[in-house]
């Protein structure tokens, strides 16, 4: 969006687009009140601003929310200032904070639920994905070659058959990747994405992230580093990740015994098993007994 | 196939199940010649281990004929037809841990690591019909059994020797066998074994065959004068831990300074008259303390200056009141460990063949599979009358 | 006597319509062929903003200011279906939706009035 100035902090957007009627009065906003209203999307907080407002600060509101938040807030708080009773006085105070969340751009709420209107459908930077994602690191010891490691996770083809969370990966060309993975039934069930590898280092590490417009943003990295004697490769895994339904999808998650950290060290153990042994032991499909009387069969687990 | 199923604690029943099937391609299917039933199979039977589920087929101690192999099984290690022992605990032979032979340790045999990774910091390798918390792996109580990673865990036997000689190399034999000998005995050493179950008979065989010096063996005389009797027969001195005081007969039997060595071949489930073994049963029956280590702490409290403690009975949680004290000022070195079986079999198999030892020595009764749950009260209840029972599939 | 009675309907129907759109604002965004991530947000905000209507007609003796709001929010409610009527995937269900929206609107104005100039 481009603005013309007109003199006096008078600002018009010209070249109006989808979304500008929110963006038009928040440019009016930011020059009436000065630089402590952010307009831009967060990719780059002013190095002061920043430091007085302290991280929590950020923009997570939508353009177009936050203007009608103004407006919904002044209704309200016209409402309940010409009463004079309680409920006047805390139907103000909605107002009020309505007008400040249009404002400044920024709701507690939102911040606790982890939800953020300002960003959907964008994609977020990785430094945003380190600041606010849920991080899961997990470590494993691996009797086998960092090079032998290297070359089977490389290969993503091959990662379905390690992690059972996987539903299939879809490898594109050099660098990206298509993925298709379960998630907890309160995210939807499946959660798919776009991946691409950022850092590639044969025999040491791999780096990825999601690409913007993922259902869940992301960025991994996994180390090989030979371990002391002939142990063999210390493998590390590091992931941020926000998850699909914000910080609050992470924690019921974690209710239901799917947590990340869990789940990620599972996979390092097939990964582990994969490749010291050539096969993940499984008990599915052995003999078992009913209880229930003789000579009933019982299909298997 | 027939297999002997948990069903409730005290409620084991015999069952129509489907037969085997390889299910990885480095399995076997075993057909069971000869399969025993363990004392730590009572610790299931008595519901002492919470993570059995109804329908899981028991059993650790099995023997008999290859009948299949997967198709990744090395041919030059194992083939159809060949005769062999199943140790009970499962190993890749690949980890870290399995290539320094600690295979009861082995790190990827275990299908559900979660239930090892909370109890004990880390998964152990998966047992044969153990519970969930050893994998859920399906027993060797039955008429046939998979076995994976076949050319790790099989282990070959000659056709020449009878069952009864062969089977207890599955478990037993190489556990009483460890652990004496993983407290590395001397020739002057006096030894003393707590418990005379078939454990602790085959590690009071098995002191001598290291070249002890002397074996002294506790139970209770009241409760299991066989037992004793053949502890006795086998050289050791007997102690009868209700009618003795076991501390001072020990200190007598040592010259003052009390065993090298002392063996738990008990475990969890410790009998014991003394003030601590009444607070041990009050605090399990409350469900406060899991284990009852009466022998751990009177094998602390009577083992000499700079000996070494070995635990080989089996526990699962926790113990109250072990003493820290006299374990740390005494420089006491503690031996533990889930057998490894697959280390032990070669030497074990030639000191049968030698003659030095015939381990049927301590089978009480050959019983079919189809009587199991008769044999599985006959060695909860009877335990003079029993000290090892073999059930036979086939009959 | 018709007005109260009236402003005590509309102060329900806020609060019903509120909940509405705190409660489900995808599925109204579904019905009205407007879906993308912000106007959830903005939804739950109008919801907010329905619900404290509702609550300061149905508590206060004189519903007046609380209908006064109701109309202002309706200015406010009009601009942005203005602004979202041109980018609707689906006329039908926007104007079916704007059309039950209507006889709300003309009632809170009728109220409104009446309700101000009877002094």
Not at chain 1, 70 to 87: C, D, E, H, M, N
Not at chain 1, 235 to 263: C, I, N, S
Not at chain 3, 42 to 52: F, K, N, P, Q, S
Request: charged residues 20%.
């Amino acid at each position: 969006m481009s603005v013309r100035n007109f003199g006096r902090g008078f600002v018009l957007p010209v070249d109006a687009k989808d979304g500008s009627f929110g963006e038009s009065i928040m440019t009016t906003l930011h020059t009436r009140f000065g630089p402590g209203v952010d307009v831009d999307r967060g990719l780059d907080f002013g190095q002061s601003q920043q430091q007085q407002q302290g991280q929590q600060r950020r923009i997570n509101v939508g353009e177009n929310e936050r203007a009608v938040s103004v407006a919904a807030g002044a209704i309200l708080a016209l409402q309940g200032l010409s009463r004079g009773s309680i409920v006047g006085l805390l139907t103000a105070g909605v107002g009020g904070m309505f007008i400040y969340r249009g404002i400044a751009g920024h709701c507690g709420l939102y911040e606790k639920m982890g939800l953020d209107t300002a960003h959907s459908g964008e994609g977020m930077e990785e430094r945003e994905i380190s600041e606010q994602g849920i991080h899961v690191e997990q470590a494993m010891l691996i009797n086998k070659p960092a090079e032998e490691l290297y070359r089977y996770w490389r290969d993503f083809n091959n990662l379905p058959a390690i992690m059972t969370h996987l539903i299939s990966v879809q490898v594109q060309d050099d660098r990206r990747s298509h993925w298709v993975a379960k998630a907890p039934k309160i995210a939807g069930g499946q959660v798919e994405w776009d991946a691409q590898i950022t850092a590639d280092e044969p025999n040491l590490l791999i780096g990825w992230r999601s690409l913007p417009g993922s259902q869940v943003d992301h960025i991994g990295q996994i180390r090989f580093e030979k371990a002391l004697g002939d142990r063999g490769t210390n493998v590390h895994v590091f992931m941020d990740y926000v998850p699909p339904a914000g910080k609050l999808g992470h924690w019921v998650a974690t209710l239901f015994g799917e947590a990340p950290g869990r789940q990620m060290r599972d996979d390092l153990r097939s990964f582990k098993r994969i490749m010291e042994t050539g096969e993940i032991l499984t008990t599915i499909g052995q003999p078992r007994g009913t209880c229930t009387g003789e000579g009933k069969r019982q299909e298997t687990l | 196939m027939k297999a002997l199923t948990w069903c409730a604690p005290y409620k084991v029943s015999v069952e129509n199940v489907p037969d085997p099937k390889i299910l990885n391609r480095r399995d076997a299917i075993v057909r069971v010649t000869s399969t025993c039933i363990c004392g730590s199979d009572l610790h299931l039977y008595d519901g002492y281990v919470p993570f059995m589920t109804p329908g899981d087929i028991m059993g650790h101690e099995p023997m008999g004929i290859v009948e299949e192999i997967g198709p990744d099984v090395d041919r030059n290690r194992i083939n159809v037809g060949d005769r062999v022992v199943v140790p009970f605990p499962i190993a890749c032979g690949s980890c870290f841990f399995c290539r320094r032979q600690l295979y009861s340790c082995c790190d990827n045999t275990n299908p559900k690591p979660q239930h090892g990774d909370k109890m004990f910091g880390q998964p152990t390798a998966g047992i044969f019909g153990y519970s969930q918390l050893t994998g859920g792996y399906a027993g060797g109580q039955a008429e046939g059994l998979r076995v994976p990673f076949a050319d790790v865990n099989l282990q070959k036997m000659p056709t020449d020797l009878p069952d009864h000689q062969l089977v207890f190399l599955s478990d037993i034999f190489p556990t009483g066998y460890m652990a004496v000998e993983h407290a590395k005995p001397q020739p002057d050493d006096t030894i003393a074994i707590w418990g005379c179950g078939p454990v602790g008979q085959f590690a009071i065989r098995s002191a001598f065959l290291l070249g002890a010096g002397k074996v002294i063996a506790l139970d209770d005389e009241g409760r299991v004068p066989n037992r004793m009797k053949m502890a006795r027969e086998a050289g050791a001195i007997t102690v009868d831990i209700r009618d003795e005081y076991v501390y001072e007969r020990l200190l007598e039997e040592t010259g003052g300074i009390g065993p090298d060595i002392c063996v738990d071949a008990v475990g969890m489930e410790a009998h014991g008259f003394s003030l601590d073994a009444v607070y041990d049963k009050v605090k399990a029956m409350a469900m406060m303390e899991t284990d009852r280590p009466k022998v751990i702490r009177q094998a602390i409290h009577c083992c000499r200056k700079g000996g070494t403690v070995s635990i080989i009975g089996v526990y699962g949680g926790f113990s109250d009141k072990i003493p820290t004290g006299a374990l740390m000022n005494k420089g006491l070195t503690i031996k533990t460990g889930q057998c490894h079986v697959h280390r032990y079999v070669p030497e074990l198999l030639e000191h049968i063949r030698s003659g030095r030892i015939d381990p049927s020595f301590v089978v009480t009764q050959r019983m079919p599979l189809s009587q199991a749950p008769e044999a599985y009260k006959l060695f909860r209840f009877k335990q003079d009358e029993s000290i090892k029972i073999v059930l036979d599939p086939a009959a | 006597m018709f007005e109260e009675t009236t402003a005590t309907g509309l102060g329900i129907a806020s609060i019903a319509i509120g909940a509405t759109e705190i409660a489900a604002p995808e599925k109204l965004q579904e019905i009205m062929g407007i879906g993308n991530g912000e106007n959830t947000g903005i939804m739950r905000v109008l919801g907010v903003r329905e619900i404290m209507h509702g609550i300061d007609i149905l508590t206060h003796k004189d519903p007046t200011p609380g209908i006064w709001a109701r109309v202002a929010g309706d200015m406010l409610d009009g601009v942005l279906l203005g602004v979202a009527a041109a980018k609707t995937k689906r006329p039908g269900g926007f104007g079916a939706i704007a059309a039950a929206v209507l006889p709300v609107v003309i009632a809170d104005m009728a109220t409104c009035f009446k309700l101000t100039f009877k002094r």
